[in-house]
């Protein structure tokens, strides 16, 4: 069982940046391929950006440019740095691991971003 806990959300002006972070338990971190999704009030669950076990990158086009996904295997953590925040990016950030023996996927318990003035 892989758990997983993110922090570093909260509430930012537009224009401001926030970095989230996901720190993950298990030994075998660097085999997850991790995303962070988010889910704005009545909205369907949304992916914002991937990164694979050799660190290859994708994004949502609403986020290319502003967001960049990065991950430290030495710390089990996946980071998300949101930089040019907008207010249509207020959502609940979920940080998602797969591991490919499975596959099985584990979700975190979000953390919520707010841009707004």
Do not use: H
């Not at 940046?17 to 995303?35: E, N, Q, V, W």
């Not at 962070?36 to 076990?53: D, H, M, N, S």
């Not at 990065?70 to 979920?94: C, F, I």
């Amino acid at each position: 069982q892989v758990q997983l806990v993110e922090s570093g959300g909260g509430l930012v002006q537009p224009g401001g940046s926030l970095r989230l972070s996901c720190a993950a338990s298990g030994s075998i971190f660097s085999t997850y391929t991790m995303r962070w999704y988010r889910q704005a009030p009545g909205k369907e669950r949304e992916l914002v950006a991937t990164i694979t076990p050799a660190s290859s990158t994708n994004y949502a086009d609403s986020v290319k440019g502003r967001f960049t996904i990065s991950r430290d295997n030495a710390k089990n953590t996946v980071y998300l740095q949101m930089n040019s925040l907008k207010p249509e990016d207020t959502a609940v950030y979920y940080c998602n691991a797969m591991n490919p023996i499975g596959p099985r996927y584990y979700w975190g318990q979000g953390t919520q971003v707010t841009v707004s003035s």
